[in-house]
């Protein structure tokens, strides 16, 4: 049975998006992107050498032949900035899927609310697809969703902590309270982390640090291809609710006495 990801008039078969950033060399970078399987890699365009060639530019170490770029503006702290980046990126004959980052400071690098919000109310108006990053915060999903952004993507952690899903409870409820894709974004460590994402009911998982800096990045991306997949399954699956007390594994009727 198909259980595909459909982001406005996108559609994946892989629910995890990958980055480009820290890896130490161009090779890994795509070893792990294809031990990942994902289908949507994110590109922080304001940090790439646009004017490198060949095997110096990291564009001809992605086969867009079988993935998504999705640019992102990484970096921007104002709404102008990261409108500017996403023309950019339209320009560069990227295409209109974005990932919308705003930040509000470069010590947290939590979003920028208010700048987030302005931004996008923009961007939708000029046709793109807006995917932002932005905090676990109900509310601030809901006005993203009504200004038409096509999913939203709320923070586990910091980025780059690696500390995982820190306030699950709100993630549940941006789930409840929005209808489009809701896709982890920022703060996965490990394999678990992008599990319970999965398993809290999450239609996607976007990382990047975790595999490009474990100590083997190709490994790590295999092993979150896998638990992305775990999560999902486990939460079509339907998981047992949670008891104080033992239930008994067999049933009891007509047990010899």
Not at 93 to 112: A, C, Y
Not at 127 to 155: H, N, W
Not at 233 to 255: D, H, N, Q
Request: proline share 5%; aromatic share 6%.
């Amino acid at each position: 049975m198909s259980d595909e990801l459909k982001i406005g008039k996108f559609t994946f078969q892989s629910r995890l998006f990958i980055g480009t950033g820290k890896y130490k060399d161009f090779p890994t970078m795509k070893a792990a992107h294809e031990a990942s399987g994902a289908q949507v890699v994110t590109v922080a365009l304001r940090r790439v050498d646009l004017k490198a060639t060949g095997e110096a530019s990291m564009f001809s170490w992605i086969d867009t032949a079988q993935r998504t770029l999705l640019p992102n503006t990484a970096g921007c702290y104002t709404a102008d900035e990261a409108i500017r980046t996403c023309h950019l990126a339209r320009e560069l004959s990227m295409g209109d899927l974005v990932k919308l980052e705003v930040l509000g400071d470069q010590k947290t690098l939590f979003p920028d609310v208010e700048e987030t919000l302005k931004a996008a109310k923009v961007l939708v108006k000029e046709g793109f697809t807006v995917l932002p990053y932005i905090t676990d915060d109900p509310i601030t999903c809901k006005k993203l969703e009504d200004l038409g952004c096509a999913a939203v993507m709320p923070l586990a952690a910091p980025i780059g902590s690696g500390l995982g899903i820190r306030n699950p409870f709100n993630i549940r409820i941006i789930l409840e309270t929005v209808k489009v894709p809701v896709i982890v974004d920022a703060g996965v460590g490990t394999a678990s982390d992008a599990a319970l994402a999965m398993e809290l009911g999450c239609h996607g998982v976007l990382l990047n640090t975790a595999v490009a800096g474990a100590k083997e990045p190709v490994r790590m991306a295999t092993a979150m291809k896998l638990a992305v997949e775990a999560g999902r399954e486990a939460f079509l699956a339907g998981r047992i609710p949670r008891k104080l007390y033992a239930t008994a594994s067999s049933p009891l009727e007509g047990i010899i006495v």
